[in-house]
């Protein structure tokens, strides 16, 4: 019997129970429909998140002081300072591949303008920020190198914190009054920044930037800087950009544990590795439906194998050997297992649609996924249609005839 016509004898007899065969393709169709959606809201989830990664700065390495820790007694110095605006000049004099260093310094303030108060971050930046950080302005302008070396009392708005604090009015040229402690500042508005949203968990639209020195001098009453947003010169040099960085800052502070460094490129690697973990340990939970529609398929085969005895009899006298008929069982199983992957794909298409607009995250359908889904619900009815189809072809012919 050819291929061909084996597969036909195996749909007949598929389409002869047909009520029988769909609940026994169910648990496939389940379990592929479910592997098929995990793993395209994870794949989907995964570029979101290593997009809004990627938008956060161009080639971006920050580096941050850790918390202070003494000995025997003693207390140790408070390793942020020592990052000062002067040591973010010489990292970018000295390091080779480090071609922006921007001193960073944070805080939260009260800010009011006309009869409107809101709480925002400050952020004390130098003109360098918006390349570093790969920020756009929407009108205006930004922070200059004047404004950081006569101290200027300026400001450039967040998006949404410009619509909070003015609403329709233009807020260029506007005042808005700072009150940090027991300090009042006022700053003349600007320029407004583009939307950004949300990144590693700070909102850019609802921050204030200004002049890194006004900041420090004026407001904050401070020596030191929070911490620094640096770019390496190329994507290609920026694992020896962050090594250089180490090796200045470990000469500088004497430990490496005073300091920590973040790069782009490890923040990237860090969320795909735990993204596709998260979506293999989802996938694989998942496949067990798989499993449980194998051990449907295993039952139906027995079953059929056992109402099929006397056929199987007939055609073992008439001299079909017993290799034909395990093919033509494992047939069967491998066709109601294929047809359910089928079903499954395209069922797991439309989860991952739906999920997603609601979600509000991406559904990836990967041809690779497709083709896994469908290589195991195939590989799961042919396991599982072995035990059957052996049965079926160590039938004895003779007590097969028999069988009433």
């Not at 809101?118 to 004047?146: E, H, I, K, S």
């Not at 900041?215 to 250089?244: C, L, N, P």
């Not at 056929?311 to 034909?324: D, S």
């Not at 008929?325 to 991952?352: S, Y």
């Amino acid at each position: 019997m050819s291929l061909v016509d084996t597969l036909r004898t195996a749909i007949h007899s598929l389409r002869a129970n047909t009520l029988r065969s769909i609940l026994s393709m169910l648990g496939i169709i389940i379990g592929v429909a479910a592997v098929v959606s995990v793993v395209s809201i994870g794949t989907g989830g995964q570029q979101v998140v290593l997009a809004n990664i990627s938008r956060l700065g161009s080639n971006l390495i920050t580096i941050n002081p850790w918390v202070p820790r003494g000995t025997a007694g003693r207390v140790q110095a408070e390793v942020r300072s020592f990052f000062t605006v002067e040591m973010a000049a010489e990292m970018e004099r000295l390091l080779p591949d480090v071609i922006n260093v921007v001193p960073v310094v944070t805080g939260r303030a009260l800010l009011v303008a006309g009869g409107v108060n809101v709480q925002a971050n400050l952020v004390g930046v130098t003109p360098p920020f918006l390349t570093v950080m790969n920020y756009n302005l929407d009108r205006g302008r930004f922070v200059t190198n004047w404004d950081v070396s006569e101290q200027q009392p300026v400001a450039v708005l967040g998006s949404e914190l410009a619509v909070e604090l003015f609403e329709d009015a233009e807020p260029i040229g506007q005042e808005v009054i700072v009150i940090f402690g027991d300090r009042r500042q006022s700053l003349r508005v600007v320029g407004v920044m583009a939307p950004r949203g949300q990144a590693l968990g700070g909102d850019f639209d609802m921050q204030l930037y200004l002049p890194v020195s006004t900041m420090m001098e004026r407001i904050a009453k401070t020596r030191s800087v929070s911490y620094f947003a640096a770019q390496a010169s190329s994507s290609a040099r920026a694992a020896e950009a962050v090594e250089q960085v180490r090796f200045f800052l470990t000469r500088r502070l004497g430990d490496p544990q005073r300091f920590r460094i973040a790069s782009q490129d490890q923040l990237l690697e860090t969320m795909s590795s735990i993204t596709q973990t998260f979506s293999l340990m989802l996938g694989g939970i998942a496949s067990i439906a798989l499993l449980v529609g194998g051990i449907g398929i295993m039952n139906i085969m027995l079953i059929s194998v056992t109402e099929r005895t006397r056929e199987i009899g007939i055609r073992k006298a008439l001299g079909a050997k017993r290799r034909v008929i395990l093919f033509q069982f494992l047939t069967e199983a491998v066709t109601l297992a294929a047809l359910g992957g089928i079903i499954g794909v395209g069922l797991g298409w439309v989860g991952a649609k739906v999920i997603g607009y609601y979600g509000g995250w991406p559904g990836v359908i990967s041809p690779e996924s497709v083709a896994v889904a469908l290589g195991f619900s195939a590989a799961v009815g042919l396991f599982f249609g072995i035990y059957p189809a052996a049965k079926a072809a160590r039938l004895d012919p003779v007590k097969a005839l028999s069988y009433e």
